[in-house]
């Protein structure tokens, strides 16, 4: 699949399932951060991995914070390394911000309380506070494209609730 053009693993993808899914997701992003491809491609490229780790997502017995930390992962690389385009959603810093607070579950302040005592908590609590901590690894970076205002302020709060987090 590495060596496949884009409109090769965009008809692989309408049918792929389960490891499929994986393996065209890792191909396009591979040639999403190949720097000899043009600026447009390379997004191109990124929507397809996107577009399979959706799928996956949608495919997921349960809740899965891998895929969306892949998904928030790969959209801040595609605007530190691509520019941001606020008229896509997909490389919108502002969307990226909404999407990532949609995917918590708690407040900055409750993870940070949590944190203090985590070796004491059920093994499900702990699970959420390492999906809270991977689903905002990108944070640090995302935190300086956003204008100050109250987003901006919960994001920073974030990040540095983060830090406490097992």
Known sequence: MNE??????????????????????????????????PPEARRQWAKLSLLANRRMRDNAKGPSAREAQQ???LRMWAINHLGPD???????PEALAFDTLDALTF??????????GWRALPIERIRELRWH??????????????????????????????LLLP
């Open 133 to 162: 901590k991977n689903l905002t690894s990108h944070l640090e970076s995302l935190v300086g494209y956003l204008a100050p205002g109250p987003v901006r302020e919960q994001l920073a709060n974030w990040n540095a609730a983060r």
């Open 4 to 37: 496949w053009a884009i409109d090769q693993l965009q008809v692989f993808l309408h049918d792929a399932r389960g490891q499929q899914l994986e393996t065209a997701r890792v191909a396009a992003q591979g040639h999403a951060y190949d720097s000899s491809h």
């Open 71 to 73: 998904d928030f992962m």
């Open 107 to 116: 407040t900055p302040g409750q993870a940070a309380h949590l944190a203090e």
């Open 86 to 92: 606020r008229t896509d959603h997909e490389w919108s």
